[in-house]
């Protein structure tokens, strides 16, 4: 059983920055990939990024390329999302999630969700 509890969303203006952190309890932490989702209102909850029990594999939505990076401290038993350029359009609840599949898996293969942290970005 793994819990996760994301943190660091707020209010930030356009062209800004925020890192959100996801907490996970559960020794078996470091056997898990990582993501990072978001949900607009009147939307799916889509992908954003994912990262690889150890780290060396990450793969993002090209809508975030180049402005979002995914990391991870397994022995803090943290995943973070360092978002920077921020646009009105990034706007949505971001959520973490915990797969047990490798490599990007999809949506359904999470197995474990945080309750989200909402994200607005004002033009």
């Known amino acids: 059983q793994v819990q996760l509890v994301e943190s660091g969303g707020g209010l930030v203006q356009a062209g800004g920055s925020l890192r959100l952190s996801c907490a996970a309890s559960?020794?078996?932490?470091?056997?898990?990939?990582m993501g990072w989702f978001r949900q607009a209102p009147g939307k799916e909850r889509e992908f954003v990024a994912t990262?690889?029990?150890?780290?060396?594999?990450?793969y993002y939505a090209d809508s975030v390329k180049g402005r979002f990076t995914i990391s991870r401290d397994n022995a803090e038993n943290t995943v973070y999302l360092q978002m920077n350029s921020l646009k009105p359009e990034d706007t949505a609840v971001y959520y973490c999630?915990?797969?047990?599949?490798?490599?990007?898996?999809?949506?359904?293969?999470?197995?474990?969700w945080g309750q989200g942290t909402q994200v607005t970005v004002s033009s």
């Open positions: 559960g020794r078996t932490f470091s056997s898990y990939t």
């Open positions: 990262i690889s029990w150890i780290g060396g594999y990450t």
């Open positions: 999630a915990a797969s047990r599949s490798n490599g990007s898996p999809p949506k359904d293969r999470y197995d474990y």
